[in-house]
């Protein structure tokens, strides 16, 4: 039987919702920092996205809201969506925590839907955050849905060739991969879970959002992440890690903004 986009987002939501405990304790994210006053943000989306004191931000897919919180402390009225009523519950104690000013959701972000909420000014996604959703055309229409005429989009993120570098599609296949892997973080070696995911290539990405009324200012990408999650990777500067293909860099991240005109 044919498994159902519902039954994949299940999958997923289990495994992200054990995931969460272990990325709370984890060096990788750092809570006790960002607690201290240390910013979540890396130095692309701080460059790339300024200027949004007072404005309402949407953060798609925020896991346990320390982006989305980062945001609240540079003076945006925030909500963070995430598919992980356990990520969502994280979040809200360390908004009670640091009292900021940040609403959570627990949606998928195909089924969010605020009714009676006027749109966003901006509208905001990073790192890892599309390869969890199948069908692109959806996701910007939720992204444009939820922005009022001339707001801004921004995403930073992984950028598609490195699947294919790993072994994985480039162009987006017909089923997901799954797997059943580790976690990330470097405390994440007994948390083990089966997870899908889909690839994108760039083209669908940025088509998808200019069918959706998406008119893109920038569309960047960069030879280093901020984040050592590849294998083989150098820091050759500090916070920033490259990766070499056949004696070349490889585009770790991307990011794309743009502004809705329809």
Known sequence: METSENEYFEMNRV????????HVESRF???EGFLAGNTSLQEIELAELSGVHGKRLLHLQCHFGLDTLSWSRQGAICTGVDISPVAIQQARELAERTQLDAAFVCSDVYGFNQKNVRPYDIVFTSYGAICWLPDLGKWAEVVASNLMMGGTFYMAEFHPINDLIAGYAYFSPETPDIEEESTYT????????????WTHPLSNVINALIGAGIQLEHVNEFPFSPYNCFEGMVEREPGRFYLSHKGHDVPIIYSIRGRKIA
């Open 29 to 31: 994210y750092d809570v």
């Open 186 to 197: 470097e405390n994440g070696d007994g948390v083990v879970a089966k997870l899908a995911t």
């Open 15 to 22: 495994g992200w919702d054990q995931r969460v405990k272990t």
